[in-house]
């Protein structure tokens, strides 16, 4: 795609420069920003070049930096992943519910996809299920921190004001300690996500659901123990949120959540 409207491109090498010009945006890996015309968008400022850490691994749990690379993730997931943090198994789920090839996941970024925030995100719906927190720069030199779930604030909208970059994700010890299960369904074969479902039970018994993909924000589902069929088929039912474009009808999305919950449901009750 050629973006005719850009005139310029740096480098940012400190926090200083992500200080923007009117018409400038910040880019990771630009697998988004290149795909569509960005009509007012005059200058593109480079993440790659801060030298973030892409994983940072601690006694709190993992932060993934915003500049982190899809395949850098897995590879990490794969050689790298404490082996107590058994929940790294939908890592690759996550990267596969992604509509892009394995190529693409060598240049688009974990935050680039949050940042994103399209209801079928594959990395919102990862960072969803492990309770991420999204670790946020402002323009003041400050920093905040939301939780992913709450982050994202409808089909490709979210809460970073301007001048506000997302550092990192951070996905705390005890999530990644749980056991977890992530499903995605879509009309066609190799299509953009219709619903992506994911459940997992933590040490305390807790149990997490979370509908992505079907649902313009994150749907996340708690409960005490794991629920029976019918309690976690009530609560996604009953969800709310589900919409109708060209890639499937709000009843079709609900419906298949629920056969995915259910499916999620049955086998961590199994294990």
């Known amino acids: 795609m050629d973006i005719t409207s850009v005139t310029g491109f740096r480098f940012a090498r400190t926090r200083d420069d992500l200080a923007l010009a009117p018409g400038e945006v910040v880019m990771g890996g630009g697998t988004w920003l290149m795909s569509e015309p960005q009509p007012g968008t005059t200058g593109f400022v480079d993440l790659m070049t801060l030298g973030w850490p892409d994983v940072e691994v601690s006694a709190a749990g993992l932060r993934i930096g915003a500049t982190c690379t899809i395949a850098s993730l897995l590879a990490w997931t794969d050689a790298d992943a404490p082996a107590d943090w058994t929940a790294r198994s939908i890592v690759p789920d996550a990267a596969n519910a992604l509509l892009a090839s394995f190529k693409i996941w060598n240049t688009a970024t974990v935050g680039g996809n949050i940042a994103r925030s399209f209801a079928a995100g594959a990395m919102v719906s990862l960072a969803v299920a492990l309770d991420g927190v999204a670790e946020i720069w402002t323009p003041d030199g400050g920093a905040r921190e939301e939780p992913v779930a709450s982050f994202v604030t409808g089909n490709g909208t979210n809460t970073l004001a301007p001048g506000e970059v997302l550092r990192a994700v951070r996905l705390p010890a005890h999530a990644l300690r749980s056991r977890a299960r992530l499903r995605k369904i879509a009309l066609a074969e190799l299509g953009r996500s219709g619903a992506v479902v994911t459940g997992r039970v933590d040490a305390d018994g807790g149990a997490v659901f979370g509908i992505t993909a079907a649902t313009v924000t994150p749907t996340v589902l ?50």
């Open 222 to 271: 708690r409960f005490r123990t794991l629920p029976t069929a019918g309690e976690l088929a009530d609560a996604v039912t009953t969800a709310s949120g589900y919409y109708t474009d060209p890639l499937g009808s709000a009843d079709w999305r609900r419906g298949v959540s629920r056969v995915l919950a259910e499916q999620i449901r049955t086998e961590l009750a199994a294990t």
